[in-house]
């Protein structure tokens, strides 16, 4: 049994250790936000928030992340007031087919954190997600202007 | 499976009428839709509090097409843009609505341009059904009755009353028979770059995708499928892996796959990569990456080869030419690679059989369906869900619902997805066509353009997926010639003087498909990198020259035009930066591209600016089309630059993300997109055309920055990165 703490909840659940948290947080938790892209944390799109921190959990036994505090993209809202990210992604309408935005928007959010007014230079190295629709271009636009938001 | 499609696309179209004013067989029962709202016509259900909800044939992946489509059916309808909703009709339903809403196939960039007029009329007849409705009920004629945002006013009296309000009623009318369509001039929704419909549940993690369905006792199958294309299942050893936890079953799919069936995907997939497998690879394990390119080096000077454009006297032509050049230029396979992996969920029993699935034609997945579980239309359906990503991957093929029903019927009663891994994904895609071309052209003395001649080399896709059309043509792909065809919506882009353009087929045993853009990716990159070869072999300016060769084509010219203009042809760069075009026409839209790029240490290339017109006569979302226009270049750019299938003992190599890349946000150039909408009685598509012209614009710019001429894709074999 693992005890994980996901968006402010506990969760046990009865898996194997080894298990990457991504399937966990899909399969034993039911939050499916979260994508599976590659499986080898090339691409992105499981991003997922541990400790505030932006990682890849399609390689993250889920062993090594019990007791830390874990975010999804559905805990990413206060309620039902957008993250800033997610709001400036709406307004900008960023997505295309929106299968890796979960976890752009994850690792938007996390740079965000660390760094409220990102240059390019800074999103570039932080932004390293795959996103086959091309979504670029908005992606930077997007992230600029969470920045100038408040809170 | 292909037969399958092909007859029933056969027997669905004979039975297609009145589509479009949208009348059935059920005439004038009121249809309903599952929360009891009536439908008007079969594009417009309105609920009692005047939401819209808007059904249409096409897939969304990511696209904007339902928008779009929402966009021209509100036009006509006069409801309120804000009070719009979508969704999918059934395969199923359809086909038994005598095709009521057409082709459900998303590919060819044809989802607007080639169903525009009926879902137009769709929304028009609604909105006269509306006011009659209002008018009956006012006792008044309906021609003193107007409509504004899904109000209805009665002009002397100045009544008002809402579409909800009268729903019911126009719902029990007679469509009209014909219906006029609003001039352009007077539109109001399309044009505009409104919002779009499915935004909001892609940032918060609620959208569903496939492979996010749950169903109530839903198993997951991870499968294998043989590496080595046409390869067989031999043998496997299930007892090693079924007593592993959550593990149901393992079962052969097919004659060439194996599934485990587990309670999770991820114990599924943990006890596969444990199952003992025997494959029988069969002869075409013997082929190499090597003996695909030889076969394609000799079709380069084969005698024989089937014609796509040619006028004049090619031989003659290039006989009075005082220069001569030649080049060869080569495009490799590449898979789709969409973010979201193939995947399907299917039920079966004997009475019933279902599949939820991601898909770019449901007709297509329904004809799949049909074949794998051997049931009648009337005791199947497919319940299309909004896809991760297409790019043409997800249309014609659907071998991920014939397998998830082959495995689905193994465990009657039971739901299962199937989802592939991403490694399943990359080995087992219908990759785009690898092709060489050698083109020849002749100079005269001044330095006009007598002759030319290409010959592409290379796979054909229509020969592998649409068989019956190369045997009506003789053995001829006539799709190998977009860009470069004599007419018709791919139609060559300029107007020279003893021309041959013609292809040596040489198919491989690597299923070709239709990648975004399909052959104008490499029919772009062979032309446009050589106009420029031409126009410095004549000492020409290279805009000048494609100028002095486009006699006739002022479409052409025109987005040729704007983007030399936007970049600042003719003007001095910035310091170390230099500029490349290219211009084409596809899927009947006219595009152009013009680059600039700087190279460090002759290599790492810098995309700085891509400035990109694009001529669709009509542009419905503009907003919109500037996202698939700089979405197409990371796309068309990932594979210009990093991006390669190759083949080892019949099997592809590459098998994720870190030897087939994808362009990152750092390596993005900033795209600047015009859209030239001036009307005329053709709608050109969005989502493909103008991806082609990056790649050749890039590389003409390479060269001009360094004086090295590129003409093999992916540049990294040649050492050269993106940065």
Redesign the interface.
Known sequence: MVRLTINGKTHDVDV?PN??LL?VIR??V???????????A??G?CTVHVNGAAMRSCMLPVGTVVGQKIT???G??TGKT?HKV?KA??DH??????????GM?MAAAALLAAKPKPTDAD???A??????????????AAIHAAAKTQA | MKMNRRNFIVTSAAVTGGLALGFDPFGKQVVRAQDGSPEITAWVVIQPNDRVVIRMARSEMGQGTITGLAQLVAEELECDWNKVTYEYPTPGTSLKRKRVWGDFSTGGSRGIRTSHEYVRQGGAAARVMLVQAAANQWKVPASECVTSNSVITHKPSGRKTTYGKVAEAAAKLEPPKDVKLKDPKEWKVIGKPVKRLDTVDKVNGKQVYGFDLKLPGMLNAAIKDCPVFGGKLKSFDAGRVSGLKGVKKVVPVGDSAVAVVAETWWQAKTALDQLPIQWDEGPNAKVSQESILATLKEGLGASQAFVGNQNGDIKAGLAKATKTVEATYFYPFLNHAPMEPMNATARYTPERCEVWVPTQDGEASFAALLAASGLPADKCDVYKINLGGGFGRRGAFQDYVTQAVQIAKQMPGVPVKLLWTREEDMLHGHYHPIMMAKLTGGLDASGNLVGLHVRLSGQSILAAVRPHIVEQQKGRDPLTFQGLADTGEHAFGYSIPNLLIDHAMRNTHVPPGFWRGVNINQNAVFMECFMDELAQAAGQDELEFRRKNMQGLPRNLGVLNAVAQRIGWGKPAPQGVYRGLAQMKAFNSFVAAAAEISVRDGNKVKVHRIVAATDPGYAVNPAQIERQVSGSFVYGLSALFMQENTVKDGRIVEDNFHTFPSMRIGQMPKVETIIIADGGPIWGGIGEPTICVAAPAVMNAFFKATGKRLRDVPLKNQGIELV
Do not use: H, M
Request: with cysteine; charged share 15%.
């Open positions: 194997d298990t990457p399937w399969e034993q039911g939050l499916t936000g979260t994508k599976y892209g590659c499986g080898i090339q691409c799109a999804t993209i559905e990413l809202a957008l997610q992604w709406v309408e960023v997505p295309q087919c929106g299968y890796c935005q979960s928007i999103i570039n190295a932004i390293t997600n795959i996103c086959r629709c091309g979504t670029f271009q908005e992606v930077r």
